[in-house]
């Protein structure tokens, strides 16, 4: 069994981010620039934006917050989003989910500027990505990608089978990992809360993602022996022998699947990295745009 190194990797394509940034300075450009609008206080929600805003500034990009009060309205939270697709200082910007319940979440990422959508959830973005154009891609099943490509993992002609099917994670990684390239190409099934036997589809996969957001939901008795099994999941379970009073798992049950591995990602240091150096990869992709380089 071998570790796939997501923080290893993460951090290899930061330093290409920033000697790109750097070098685009030297040349007179300006820094690129992301935005996040935060709604209410939601812990994983202000981990995420702590971490995104620390690394887009480890790279040498500009990071802006817009911070609200859970009971903003709808109509508020369209005009800031109005006045973002209209910053010309703005490169890209992410509206972090969840939202409070009185929100139309669909309405809400529907007004984003498609060229402008780093988190790739817009439809078109979405929808480019179904039709193998370019296109934003979400970064969680972006920076798997680029984790599978960059540790050798082969995935052409081989068995994926992709656990959860939400628009941020399974949806889009089933489709990536379909396309025709030769970094993808793999045969995909989704599985979901209505599959018949999850546990023997999941048995036949070469490459097995989990993400569907449940603590250690797959077992050994699921996975191939061989099988590459990447872990989306990231849950805070109590542990009273940690000073911080909880540890991090995955949607695997890790002791137990990892000895019957060719390869698995850990969790802390798998996908997790791997989400934020894919947004500023995006963010990379929106300036680049947007100023027309490269
Ligand atoms: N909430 C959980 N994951 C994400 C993400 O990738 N982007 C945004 N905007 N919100 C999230």
């Given at each position: 069994m071998r570790l796939i190194d997501g923080k290893t990797i993460s951090d290899a394509i930061k330093k290409e981010i920033a000697a790109e940034v750097a070098s685009l300075m030297d040349k007179g450009h300006r820094p690129p620039h992301m935005a996040a609008i935060l709604v209410g206080h939601d812990g994983a929600s202000e981990t995420y934006i702590a971490s995104k805003e620390k690394n887009c500034r480890a790279v040498g990009m500009t990071s802006s917050l817009y911070r609200y009060e859970e009971n903003i309205s709808e109509k508020e939270l369209l005009e800031v989003i109005s006045f973002l697709n209209d910053?010309?200082?703005?490169?890209g910007f992410i509206v972090q989910?969840?939202?409070?319940?009185?929100?139309d979440v669909d309405r809400i990422i529907a007004a984003v500027d498609p060229d402008k959508d780093i988190d790739g959830f817009h439809p078109v973005n979405m929808g480019r990505l179904a039709l193998g154009e370019d296109a934003f891609v979400p970064a969680t099943p972006c920076g798997i990608m680029e984790l599978l490509k960059r540790d050798g993992i082969e995935t052409s002609g081989k068995k994926c089978v992709v656990l959860g099917r939400s628009n941020i994670v399974g949806t889009p990684m089933a489709l990536l990992m379909s396309r025709n390239n030769p970094h993808a190409n793999a045969t995909v099934t989704i599985c979901h809360?209505?599959?018949?036997?999850l546990a023997a589809e999941a048995r036949q996969a070469d490459i097995l993602v989990a993400?569907?957001?449940?603590?250690?939901?797959?077992?050994?008795?699921?996975v191939k022996d061989g099988a590459v099994v990447v872990d989306v999941g990231i849950h805070r379970i109590a542990d009273s022998t940690k000073q911080s009073g909880f540890r991090l798992v995955g949607d695997v049950d890790f002791e137990k699947v990892a000895p019957k591995c060719a390869a698995i990602t850990p969790v802390?240091?798998?996908?997790g990295p791997m989400t934020i150096a894919a947004l500023l990869m995006n963010t990379m992709k929106a300036y680049k745009k947007k100023e027309k380089i490269g």
């Open positions: 910053d010309e200082e703005v490169d989910l969840p939202l409070p319940r009185h929100m809360s209505k599959t018949a036997d993400a569907l957001g449940k603590p250690g939901f797959v077992t050994a008795d699921m802390p240091g798998g996908v």
